[in-house]
């Protein structure tokens, strides 16, 4: 079982950065690969970024591609998601994500899910 919370949200304008953070509570946060996806209102989920167990391998939607990074320290049970960059459109409940079975791409390939934290990107 693992438990999620994310914090580093807020209000930021366009151009601007964010980072946020993931604390996982468990002894075994090392092995589970992480997932941060996003909600806007009225849309669907959506994938934005994962990493593997040990972050030698990760995946960014086209829609952050050059402007977020993922990144993990297994020593502090957290995963950070670096925002830069920001557009209107990348305003959105972020979620973090871990499961077992290794980074994807896909929302139902994750067992743990975050309450999220919002980010607000004025134009």
């Known amino acids: 079982q693992v438990q999620l919370v994310e914090s580093g949200g807020g209000l930021v304008q366009a151009g601007g950065s964010l980072r946020l953070s993931c604390a996982a509570s468990?002894?075994?946060?090392?092995?589970?690969?992480m997932g941060w996806f996003r909600q806007a209102p009225g849309k669907e989920r959506e994938f934005v970024a994962a990493i593997s167990w040990r972050g030698g391998i990760t995946y960014y939607a086209d829609a952050v591609k050059g402007r977020f990074t993922i990144s993990r320290d297994n020593a502090k049970n957290t995963v950070f998601l670096q925002m830069d960059s920001l557009k209107p459109e990348d305003t959105a409940v972020y979620y973090c994500t871990a499961d077992r079975r290794g980074a994807a791409t896909r929302a139902d390939a994750y067992d743990y899910w975050g309450q999220g934290t919002q980010v607000t990107v004025s134009s």
């Open positions: 468990g002894r075994t946060f090392s092995s589970y690969a």
